[in-house]
């Protein structure tokens, strides 16, 4: 069984601050991580992923995410938030069966203000 | 949203019908899934196909079918036996055989709203 934990529903971060969107996740083996982010009745779209490697994964828009064996977590994070961040954000993990599931995390509501 | 197309939009259907989502994609992918998502419940899984005319059932997969005819085609029914059916859903497609770590691709979503 597999497992995804977003602690936040909703973070509150002032433009130009660095913000950090929580994630710890449950897995067994290694763990194949995903962030996403969605805007309002839109799709997903894909931000980064960590297979393996390097703990810090740089994605798009200038987000970053840490991967971290002994916490269980990948936070997602910027280093200065622009209001045009704020969305919906996922944070998935791969299913370690056929099929390449994913399960997701039930998503944190990022606003950053003026 | 990348090469992946929902229709409609917007679905309204009576209570006691079935409905058909589309959802077609021509980024030549392996594989593609339906995911239903609820307010503050994130996303869950449908139905997922890894090749033509395979598929398999994921989480909530009651009260819906698929077909997987063609590789770039992957319709969702939506049929009486939903109890809920109101809500937002996406269709995924995912390049790559089982076991690659590559991501999903999202359309851009269909709301389905039971009159």
């Known amino acids: 069984a597999q497992s995804v934990a977003q602690p936040e529903d909703q973070v509150n971060v002032a433009e130009g601050n660095p913000l950090t969107v929580k994630c710890t996740y449950s897995?067994?083996?290694?763990?194949?991580l995903f962030w996403y982010v969605q805007y309002p009745n839109r799709g997903l779209q894909f931000l980064l992923k960590?297979?393996?490697?390097?703990?810090l994964v740089k994605g798009s828009y200038g987000f970053e995410a840490e991967f971290n064996k002994s916490q269980t977590s990948f936070h997602l994070k910027k280093p200065s938030a622009l209001v045009s961040d704020s969305a919906l954000y996922f944070c998935?993990?791969?299913?370690?069966?056929?099929?390449?599931?994913?399960?997701f995390g039930t998503g944190t509501q990022l606003k950053v203000e003026l | 949203d990348g090469g992946i197309t929902q229709s409609p939009k917007y679905l309204f259907r009576k209570e006691g019908q079935n409905v058909t989502l589309s959802c077609e994609q021509n980024?030549?992918?392996?594989?593609m899934y339906w995911y239903r998502q609820d307010p503050g419940q994130g996303l869950r899984l449908i139905y997922y196909?890894?090749?033509?005319?395979?598929?398999q059932k994921g989480d909530i997969a009651e009260g819906y079918s698929v077909s997987r005819e063609k590789k770039e085609s992957f319709p969702l029914t939506v049929t009486s036996a939903q109890k809920n059916p109101t809500a937002f859903y996406l269709c995924?497609?995912?390049?790559?055989?089982?076991?690659?770590?590559?991501?999903?691709?999202f359309g851009p979503g269909t709301r389905l709203t039971v009159l």
């Open positions: 995924a497609s995912r390049a790559g055989a089982s076991g690659y770590n590559n991501e999903q691709f």
């Open positions: 897995v067994s083996g290694n763990p194949y």
């Open positions: 960590y297979i393996t490697g390097d703990n």
């Open positions: 998935a993990v791969r299913s370690t069966g056929g099929g390449n599931k994913l399960t």
């Open positions: 980024l030549n992918h392996d594989a």
């Open positions: 196909s890894q090749i033509v005319n395979d598929f």
